[in-house]
């Protein structure tokens, strides 16, 4: 399945790759021209059809009963956990827990919680290379702050060298439900989560995490 927050790019990539898979047919007897042309139309179809995949996931009923438990916003590797200062939305002491998504992962995001969505900013910014720790703060960004009956949280859709473009289809006012798709970060990106500091995390650096699937916390409301 292809998302359809992908396809403004993912219907270029594969017409140019058709186009240019015709041109090497029609100059097949030329093999200085037709095979770097064959080489270039199966790059784009395969990047097209592997970066804008759309695997289905289940939210476990532990999760889904618990309404306290966090699943992961994106597909990536636990880059860091640390004690952090939200002033935002959350405006006091946090815990932060960010994923790293390579260009490799699935970059579909989801619903980490089940709740309200009571805040939401987009932030112009730099395009840093997603891993650095200032990229948290420095890059573009979006802000979105849900209100579950457990606590709240605060997560960031944050592009990186190569992701260009942040996508989301919620607004404040939404009710929102855990695993629900709410958008992409196209090309490799980070995403971070602010979540209250007695949250109990069942994560570790360099865990692979997998939308709406692994549990990565436990937020209370105390």
Do not use: C
């Not at 827990?97 to 490799?104: A, D, E, G, W």
């Not at 995001?109 to 939401?120: A, C, L, M, Q």
């Not at 549990?215 to 105390?222: D, F, G, L, V, W």
């Amino acid at each position: 399945m292809i998302t359809k927050y992908g396809l403004d790019n993912f219907i270029p990539m594969i017409v140019s790759g058709i186009i240019i898979g015709i041109i090497a047919f029609f100059t097949r007897f030329n093999l200085f021209i037709s095979i770097p042309l064959w080489v270039i139309s199966l790059f784009l179809i395969f990047m097209a059809l592997w970066f804008f995949r759309d695997p289905s996931r289940s939210v476990s009923m532990e999760a889904l009963s618990s309404n306290s438990i966090l699943v992961s916003p994106a597909d990536g590797t636990i880059l860091e956990i640390v004690e952090d200062i939200e002033n935002d939305y959350l405006q006091g002491k946090t815990k932060r827990i960010s994923i790293f998504l390579s260009p490799l992962d699935v970059h579909v995001n989801r619903i980490p919680i089940s709740g309200e969505i009571e805040y939401f900013k987009f932030v112009e910014g730099k395009k840093l290379i997603a891993s650095k720790p200032e990229s948290s703060f420095q890059n573009q960004q979006t802000h979105i702050g849900l209100n579950n009956p457990n606590g709240k949280i605060l997560f960031k859709q944050i592009v990186g060298a190569v992701a260009r473009r942040l996508v989301w289809d919620i607004k404040v006012g939404d009710k929102v439900k855990i695993g629900q798709k709410f958008g992409m970060m196209k090309f490799g990106s980070r995403m971070d989560i602010h979540i209250s500091p007695n949250s109990e995390i069942f994560v570790k650096v360099g865990d692979k995490v997998v939308a709406a699937e692994t549990k990565i916390a436990r937020i209370n409301a105390n």
